[in-house]
DNA sequence: ATTTCACTGAACATATTGCCCAGCAGATTC
DNA sequence: GAATCTGCTGGGCAATATGTTCAGTGAAAT
């Protein structure tokens, strides 16, 4: 399973240029078009490339504020609090961690006023205990993959 | 600024359908090539679409193991932590959050044993006080932007 | 009344796509 | 050793999309 040398090539020029087509792929990597198309089509339903959805800046859309919530959820709540979670736009991400019946997710809200709003909604929900909140001042290292690409494609696993 | 109504379903299209050309999403949206072209073109410059990189799944690449760790930094060891951190794969991303000098990251690791590894390369550094990892259990909401866009296209700004 | 702006609808040459195929090399199986 | 698989090559084809330009239209601003 997992990733040779060449898709360790094809992602890594994939998520520094993404609009480049497959024949322009192929002419990059120096391969043929079919293998290109072939690997890009196995990455996909392997599931390693997930999608290709575009990443929107929450900041441009009016959402300059960012904040991770731990939440502590009282026993056997988890379901509803995750159906509660789901419902608010204003969380972008949510995950279920070892400790207790804990969470943390990510949130954006318009100002750091609005982010009392948001939290109040978030927790605002019968089964959440208590919620911890931290705001981001800066990102130094903003998602990435691309490292990890590679190590894994030099792994050649 | 922001985004208006026509803004907001060319981002939800493009997040539902990414590989769908500009002549399709003009289709469907039932206005002119060049518009979308337009549109497209203004929301990059805009900054709110970033990119089109491929979404990559860690766990697909034999990085199954999520967790978040809170790290606590020496006062004035910042910014060599930071580029510390930036030399590690296996940290996608990076914040630094409110009280005292936190920083939040998230790890990716092959097993719950070889987080062990990772975390002890990321603590082992000069600067680093104190870290509280939470290994992630469940994804309930993964990273997604689509409701806040709906959300901001309504409020029309 | 005039200017500005975004959108339309069309045209054109060029490039890319999806799909087909035959051939080839290396590895695996019998 | 022979047969079979698998992945890659390199090519050809029709269909489609792209980048670009243009003139015309309507609405809003000056």
């Given at each position: 399973m997992a990733?040779?040398?060449?898709d360790?090539r094809l992602l890594?020029l994939?998520a ?6 497959v024949?322009?792929m ?6 043929a078009?079919g293998?290109?198309?072939a690997?890009l089509d196995?990455?996909?339903s ?10 929107v800046?929450?900041?441009a859309?009016g ?5 991770f919530a ?7 709540q988890?379901?509803?609090v995750?159906?509660h979670l ?15 019946g804990?969470?943390?997710c990510r949130?954006?809200a ?11 909604r978030?927790v ?6 208590r919620?911890s909140?931290?705001?981001v001042?800066?990102?130094p290292?903003?998602?990435?993959i691309?490292?990890?690409v ?5 792994d050649?696993?």
């Amino acid at each position: 399973m997992a990733i040779d040398h060449l898709d360790g090539r094809l992602l890594v020029l994939l998520a520094r240029e993404p609009r480049i087509g497959v024949l322009e792929m192929s002419r990059r990597l120096g391969v043929a078009r079919g293998t290109v198309q072939a690997r890009l089509d196995r990455l996909q339903s392997n599931g390693v490339i997930r999608g290709f959805g575009p990443q929107v800046d929450p900041a441009a859309l009016g959402y300059p504020v960012t904040a991770f919530a731990t939440l502590q959820i009282r026993q056997g709540q988890g379901t509803d609090v995750r159906a509660h979670l789901a419902t608010v736009p204003e969380v972008l991400e949510l995950h279920t961690t070892t400790g207790g019946g804990d969470m943390l997710c990510r949130l954006v809200a318009r100002s750091n006023a609005d982010l009392q709003r948001v939290i109040d909604r978030v927790v605002g929900f019968d089964g959440i205990v208590r919620a911890s909140t931290a705001i981001v001042m800066e990102n130094p290292v903003p998602l990435r993959i691309i490292p990890l690409v590679e190590q894994a494609a030099e792994d050649d696993d």
